[in-house]
């Protein structure tokens, strides 16, 4: 079942531009994960967040979570045409089930 | 370093046909799972396997069967093909199971039922 809601829809920015996403879920969650999804491909691993962890980063990635407001924001610093794709957010509460929203997509361009 | 393998890419299918969608791993992970994706919603899970010998149901398992008999190995059965089966699948992997482990996915099999 959907529990994750990415927001916004879509977005479109210049490169070099930072972008970012929300998502916003309902239950208390174990981690919650960040996907990049290319037109026609699978969906690639970001960044895993657990529960007690508050920020994290990767490269030109920043995302954090707020248990509280039951969110996370994703930030693409210095944003390029290759990533153009659909970022989506994960959660996981128990058992052996992913919850995925349906994606932000991010149009980039130069 | 191939990671998840799914074949076929495409696949056109007449109401009421089977067929076996395949998927492979070569990261020698116990937990293997099936999602579909549909327009407007996000990737439901379908059926998935903690190892060798053992799989479960998910969100959505109606009209689909699985097995698990070898590790690297995870095929998805459409018993009987019908319309509202069209879609794009998915098969992920991971080390073990989800709660602290990144999942690896294949890049689907975009099947059509007419």
């Known amino acids: 079942s959907q529990q994750g809601e990415e927001d916004p829809q879509a977005l479109s920015i210049q490169e070099g531009e930072n972008a970012t996403m929300n998502c916003s879920y309902k239950?208390?969650?174990?981690?919650l994960q960040w996907y990049r999804q290319n037109s026609g491909r699978g969906l690639v691993h970001l960044i895993l967040?657990?529960?007690?962890?508050r920020e994290k980063h990767s490269g030109r990635l920043r995302v954090t979570l707020d248990t509280s407001k039951k969110s996370s924001s994703l930030l693409i610093t210095a944003s390029r045409a290759a990533d153009t794709a659909s970022y989506i957010c994960?959660?996981?509460?128990?058992?052996?089930?992913?919850?995925f929203g349906k994606g932000t997509s991010l149009l980039v361009t130069p | 370093n191939a990671g998840v393998t799914q074949t076929p890419k495409f696949q056109v299918l007449k109401t009421g046909q089977s067929m076996t969608l395949q998927c492979a791993q070569d990261?020698?992970?116990?937990?293997m799972s099936w999602y579909r994706q549909d327009p407007g919603m996000g990737l439901r899970l379908i059926h998935y396997?903690?190892?060798?010998?053992?799989?479960d149901q998910g969100e959505v398992p109606n009209g689909y069967n699985v097995s698990r008999s070898t590790t690297e190995d995870f095929p998805l059965r459409l018993l009987s093909a019908a319309p509202s089966q069209t879609s794009v699948y998915f098969c992920?992997?991971?080390?073990?199971?989800?709660?602290?482990?990144?999942?690896?996915f294949g890049d689907g099999t975009r099947l059509s039922i007419l």
């Open positions: 239950t208390s969650i174990n981690n």
């Open positions: 967040i657990r529960s007690n962890e």
């Open positions: 396997s903690v190892g060798a010998g053992i799989t």
């Open positions: 994960a959660t996981v509460t128990s058992g052996y089930a992913l919850n």
């Open positions: 990261m020698n992970h116990e937990y």
């Open positions: 992920a992997s991971s080390s073990t199971g989800i709660s602290n482990q990144p999942q690896h």
